[in-house]
């Protein structure tokens, strides 16, 4: 699928255990993760039939201001990230926006993959995949940190 305003943040996936329901088990060690901000408005709907129809973990995710937070994974080898890398074409994507990304959060028109992990006798999580990223903003905006 393909959402626009998509909020993704770096700096929230070592504030939360969340983290942890979001990570595939399959996924190799060269992974990374971001906090992916979700707008409800168009995502809401799908989250509330995965919980109430698919058996889906809402553990794996957070609703905060007006959108739906779960951790993606960012494959390294993917090559769907469209981010100007003219000043050094040898660069990988995903280094490249993590590097660029880091003191900020990024609106963005997002392509996802999402899948229910799980057994039968289990809550499924919920995993997102980042596809593509494009169109990208750079905002304040981010994930606020949950204090416990």
Request: aromatic content about 8%; overall charge negative.
């Amino acid at each position: 699928m393909i959402s626009d305003s998509v909020i993704l943040d770096p700096r929230s996936t070592d504030e939360i255990e969340m983290i942890s329901m979001g990570k595939r088990a399959a996924s190799s060690h060269d992974s990374r993760y971001l906090c992916a901000g979700l707008p409800s408005t168009t995502m809401g709907p799908l989250f509330n039939t995965l919980v109430s129809s698919w058996n889906a973990d809402p553990a794996c995710f957070e609703y905060s201001m007006g959108f739906i937070w779960i951790y993606a994974l960012i494959d390294p080898k993917n090559r769907e990230i469209e981010l100007d890398t003219s000043i050094n074409t040898s660069c990988d994507p995903v280094d490249y926006m993590l590097q660029q990304i880091k003191d900020w959060s990024w609106v963005v028109q997002a392509k996802l993959a999402m899948k229910l992990e799980g057994s039968s006798r289990v809550k499924a999580a919920i995993s997102v995949q980042v596809l593509g990223v494009s169109q990208v903003r750079v905002t304040s905006t981010h994930k606020p940190i949950t204090y416990q």
